[in-house]
């Protein structure tokens, strides 16, 4: 299957400062990229919808200036944390759809002090 | 209103059972349905997945069965091994993969 890469793979960063995190399609283009958050135990929560070109769709009670996301070519997608929190800390993923399918990458654990 | 609603929580199985996860989903326009496992600290991994024009797709040991009537779809999983000890969600939406929604997991452990 298509493979999606993401980096880093965790990060710790001090509360008030921003960081990016991006996200790879390694052997496809994905006109259309998804991150979504995921809490320890629980589902994936879709945050936004990132398109090549154009603003990303956030969902409902996403902060769209917190998290800035940027699709800047057919391969790649950032996500920054701006002024991240402690209640930051998650881990993110990302996903790109290749064709028929929908594949995630490994993810990125994001711990704010 | 939960759109995707996965059963059991968690399940324990022995080596060489059956596992079985069931989902049930709200919306009829939906046509996609995959199944993710997914280990702890990595990001989910595409299963299976089926669309509603069959009522079964088999790969392997793990199987989807489909109900497009009850609304509902199914994963097995034949021959259950240690290593497939995961947690597993199902997903469902449109075939564009805009606005899709999770089950909220099932957490299999498998017996040795």
């Known amino acids: 299957g298509a493979v999606v890469s993401q980096h880093p793979s965790w990060v710790i960063c001090k509360s008030g400062t921003s960081v990016k995190i991006e996200c790879r399609s390694l052997d496809f283009q994905a006109t259309t990229m998804f991150w979504y958050r995921q809490f320890p135990k629980q589902s994936l929560m879709l945050m936004a919808t990132?398109?090549?070109?154009?603003?990303?769709?956030?969902e409902q009670g996403v902060e769209k200036d917190k998290f800035l996301i940027n699709h800047a070519s057919l391969t790649l997608s950032t996500l920054t944390v701006t002024s991240a929190h402690p209640e930051d800390s998650s881990f993110y993923i990302c996903?790109?759809?290749?064709?028929?399918?929908?594949?995630f990458g490994p993810g990125t654990r994001l711990t704010v002090t | 209103q939960q759109q995707v609603k996965q059963s059991p929580q968690s399940l324990i199985v022995q080596k060489g059972g059956i596992s079985i996860i069931n989902c049930a989903y709200e919306n009829t326009a939906f046509d996609y349905f995959p199944w993710y496992q997914q280990f702890p600290g990595k990001g989910p991994a595409l299963l299976i997945a089926i669309r509603p024009d069959v009522s079964e797709k088999k790969e392997g040991r793990f199987t989807i069965s489909f109900n497009k009537s009850a609304k509902q779809f199914s994963l097995h999983i034949m021959d259950s091994q240690p290593g497939d000890s995961a947690t597993y969600f199902c997903?469902?939406?449109?075939?564009?993969?805009?606005?899709?929604?999770f089950g909220s997991g099932t957490k299999l452990n498998v017996k040795p």
């Open positions: 996903s790109a759809i290749d064709t028929y399918e929908q594949y």
């Open positions: 997903a469902a939406g449109p075939d564009n993969f805009n606005k899709f929604y």
């Open positions: 990132s398109n090549e070109g154009s603003k990303a769709t956030y």
